[in-house]
């Protein structure tokens, strides 16, 4: 890439500490590498229910966490909790983005909206669904994708409750859950947490399943990159980094 190609520079609300530290590990595997910003947010509960994440993801949140970021000269934002996005429905995070954009004036998304741009970049209309969350969240996510006709052929639930034990798993952890919830008619497995490492491995993680994997904080990343017009190919990060965003 050329050398003067500009910096991207992308932030991140991030509710917790889980695994934030993926973003800028994302960020030094690209070129030329991006600067981030992640802004850690805060919550009453750390769990997974419909109750908790409503609350963790309401304007009233956001708008706290996008305090820190008036003065970032950033170039775009994104709210990264897959789950506190998706419980609260489409209208819901349309709330979610125009209140990140009225505050910060930039491009806002979310990981959820991430997923459903990401699933039609790769072409794929067919996935599974490796959920660390118990099942009646996973299922709020199956019907979220299915408002975009993404068809889920297969749907797995960990069922862990905090992002705080999702942050703890390890690669081998993680591989064998992808390979365990993967299915012959899935085009693509998802990976919704972004409590969940994951961009260490975005390649072992393919190789593991013999088709392209998203992971919450791939996704997120790549997102950013789309909406601050700076998302070029790139290798080591997966299928969805090799897409040309431009075909």
Known sequence: ?????????????????????????????ISPPAEVRVVHTAFDEDAHTVD????????????????HLENADMEAVLWTSTSA?????????????????NLLHIPASTTAMAFARAVTAIN??????????PRDIALLFKTF???FDIEVVHINCR????????????????LRFVTDNDHPDA????????????????EDLEAAAGKPVLTANQVSFWEGLRLCGKLTPQSGLGTLFRVDPWN
């Not at 794929?124 to 969350?133: E, F, G, K, L, S």
């Not at 947490?193 to 961009?199: C, E, G, P, V």
């Open 1 to 29: 890439m050329d050398k003067n190609t500009p910096v991207p520079r992308l932030a991140f609300l991030y509710p917790g500490h889980a695994a934030e530290d993926d973003y800028p590990r994302l960020a030094g595997m």
């Open 52 to 67: 908790a994440l409503t609350e963790m993801g309401s304007p009233a949140r956001l708008t706290e966490g996008a305090g």
């Open 85 to 101: 996005s998706f419980v609260r429905g489409i209208d819901g995070i349309g709330e979610q983005i125009e209140t990140l954009e």
């Open 124 to 133: 794929a209309r067919r996935v599974a669904i490796a959920a660390t969350y």
């Open 145 to 147: 994708l299915e408002h």
């Open 159 to 174: 069922g862990i409750i905090t992002a705080a034990e999702v942050g703890t798993l390890e690669k081998e952890a993680v």
């Open 187 to 202: 085009d693509t497995v998802l990976i919704p947490d972004t409590a969940l490492h994951s961009a260490a491995w975005l």
